[in-house]
């Protein structure tokens, strides 16, 4: 198995110290939810604003920090 590079959520939760089943709680998805939005199997900017909110909202952080937005200065960079 090759490592994928980590998730902007994945990556903000560690930080924040909290559990993968912490998020799900704090937002009533399911763990399952969670655990596919981190490992890429379900794409976070393809979501609802709803979830994205949720889950910004549950992590104290704006929405923009779990996108995977291109910089428009260097828009080849993703």
Not at 22 to 51: F, K, Y
Not at 56 to 73: H, Q, R, S
Request: hydrophobic share 35%; aromatic share 2%.
């Amino acid at each position: 198995m090759t490592d994928k590079k980590e998730t902007k959520l994945k990556q903000v939760r560690k930080a924040k110290g909290i559990t993968q089943k912490e998020l799900a709680e704090a937002t009533g998805m399911s763990l399952r939810t969670v655990q596919h939005l981190e490992q890429g199997a379900r794409d976070l900017n393809g979501a609802a604003a709803l979830t994205v909110y949720a889950i910004a909202k549950a992590l104290g952080v704006e929405m923009t920090e779990l996108l995977d937005i291109p910089d428009e200065e260097n828009p080849e960079e993703e």
